[in-house]
T-cell receptor, first 110, second 113 residues
């Protein structure tokens, strides 16, 4: 079983709609969580950290459920430019050891 | 602007050849990492380094070695390339205060024939 699992998608989303997807992690020692974004043929870049109380960054909302060991990402008012692969990341050893999920592909269409 | 530079974007090598992948960062970061990315498997950690001349195995170190002689440079070495090492290789760096933000290079796509 992979340590961090994601639905690969693709999630086909009409422009302006809301999309949400989850990621599960198996290592209960994971202490920190992140969402990265990777555009086609580009390197991953940090989208946002995920805090225990949940956090929002503009149209993006991340939630953490430690009891069920999953994190979620919600994108509101989707833009065409949100089309990308979203990588779920769990960290341990004070955040130095990061484990990436396989990514969820999101396609926003007009 | 932060910069992680990987020396080669595309390489084609033959089975058994020795391959060097170079990575340089200009942010004075303590931590450097090598990942490989394959469809359906995501990014997998090969090796990482917290300091000069220091290295630690990641999740899939077999068939690879690394070198960090200077703080800004982290090299990945394939002593004898095999076809199952055909992949996208991504170098990354981060600060020692572990905010979780990795800065990645653009990647090196290696094909082993």
């Amino acid at each position: 079983r992979k340590e961090v699992e994601q639905d690969p998608g693709p999630f086909n989303v009409p422009e302006g709609a809301t999309v949400a997807f989850n990621c599960t992690y198996s290592n209960s020692a994971s202490q920190s969580f992140f969402w990265y974004r990777q555009d086609c043929r580009k390197e991953p870049k940090l989208l946002m950290s995920v805090y225990s109380s949940g956090n929002e960054d503009g149209r993006f909302t991340a939630q953490l459920n430690r009891a069920s060991q999953y994190i979620s990402l919600l994108i509101r008012d989707s833009k065409l430019s949100d089309s990308a692969t979203y990588l779920c990341v769990a960290g341990r050893d004070a955040g130095n050891k990061l484990t990436f999920g396989g990514g969820t592909r999101v396609l926003v269409k007009p | 602007d932060v910069k992680v530079t990987q020396s080669s974007r595309y390489l084609v090598k033959r089975t058994g050849e020795k391959v060097f992948l170079e990575c340089v960062q200009d942010m004075d970061h303590e931590n450097m990492f090598w990942y490989r990315q394959d469809p359906g498997l995501g990014l997998r950690l090969i090796y990482f380094s917290y300091d000069v001349k220091m290295k630690e195995k990641g999740d899939i170190p077999e068939g690879y070695s690394v070198s960090r002689e200077k703080k800004e440079r982290f090299s990945l070495i394939l002593e004898s390339a095999s076809t199952n090492q055909t992949s996208m290789y991504l170098c990354a760096s981060s600060t020692s205060d572990s905010t979780g933000e990795l800065f990645f290079g653009e990647g090196s796509r290696l094909t082993v024939l």
